[in-house]
Antibody, heavy 121, light 110 residues
Framework: EVQLVESGGGLVQPGRSLRLSCAAS????????MHWVRQAPGKGLEWVSG????????GYADSVKGRFTISRDNAKKSLYLQMNSLKAEDMALYYC??????????????WGQGTMVTVSS | QSVLTQPPSASGTPGQTVTISCSGS????????VNWYQQLPGTAPKLLIY???PRPSGVPDRFSGSKSGTSASLAISGLQSEDEADYYC???????????FGGGTKLTVL
């Protein structure tokens, strides 16, 4: 079964850090681009960051550039998001999503169930 | 403010056809394909339409997509109660070098 399972969310104070993980199974992980998409409570979807199959192409939304770092370990079939200097506006449900062969063209065809990040003092 | 513009809400009665619009610019919809996602209440988004029109396996043919210039639309025919969900359009933006989403349209089946 094709599956993405996120973990690492939780309650964190403003200015602190958190690392999210996404474990993939059921497909050849290192063939595909991967992405993080977030959804603030009651709000719409926002693309956060993406990484190509071999980490050659990496991109970030302007809202997180300089604070978040995406990475992947193809041997472990895992995707990560290091989030530093967290702000209240970063509070959201973070989804891991599978892209296609093309980083900037192919749709996100598999989504995890998300991990919630709460930023509050 | 989302880069892609969608109406916040849409509605229809069972059996009707509903269309949801998505407006962008030359740097996103105008030069790239559009994908549509369905998010049922309390669940993760699901890919509904990719590359403007094709449907992933398992998506009913009641759902169809189209694109013209810098706008795209999603049509749902034979509306059913289980279609009640939030719908999002998305496209790659060449200027931003990132993916952009519409603000989402909440579909209500009356």
């Amino acid at each position: 079964e094709v599956q993405l399972v996120e973990s690492g969310g939780g309650l964190v104070q403003p200015g602190r850090s958190l690392r999210l993980s996404c474990a993939a199974s059921g497909f050849t992980f290192d063939d595909y681009a991967m992405h993080w998409v977030r959804q603030a409570p009651g709000k719409g979807l926002e693309w956060v960051s993406g990484i190509s199959w071999k980490s050659g192409i990496i991109g970030y939304a302007d809202s997180v550039k300089g604070r978040f770092t995406i990475s992947r370990d193809n041997a472990k079939k895992s995707l990560y998001l290091q989030m530093n200097s967290l702000k209240a506006e970063d509070m959201a449900l973070y989804y891991c999503a599978k892209g296609g062969y093309s980083y900037g063209h192919d749709a996100f065809d598999i989504w995890g169930q998300g991990t919630m990040v709460t930023v509050s003092s | 403010q989302s880069v892609l513009t969608q109406p916040p809400s849409a509605s229809g009665t069972p059996g009707q056809t509903v269309t949801i619009s998505c407006s962008g610019s030359s740097s996103n919809i105008g030069s790239n394909t559009v994908n549509w996602y369905q998010q049922l209440p309390g669940t993760a988004p699901k890919l509904l339409i990719y590359s403007n029109n094709p449907r992933p396996s398992g998506v009913p043919d009641r759902f169809s997509g189209s694109k013209s210039g810098t706008s795209a639309s999603l049509a749902i025919s034979g509306l059913q109660s289980e279609d009640e969900a939030d719908y999002y359009c998305a496209a790659w933006d060449d200027s931003l070098r990132g993916w952009v989403f519409g603000g989402g349209t909440k579909l209500t089946v009356l």
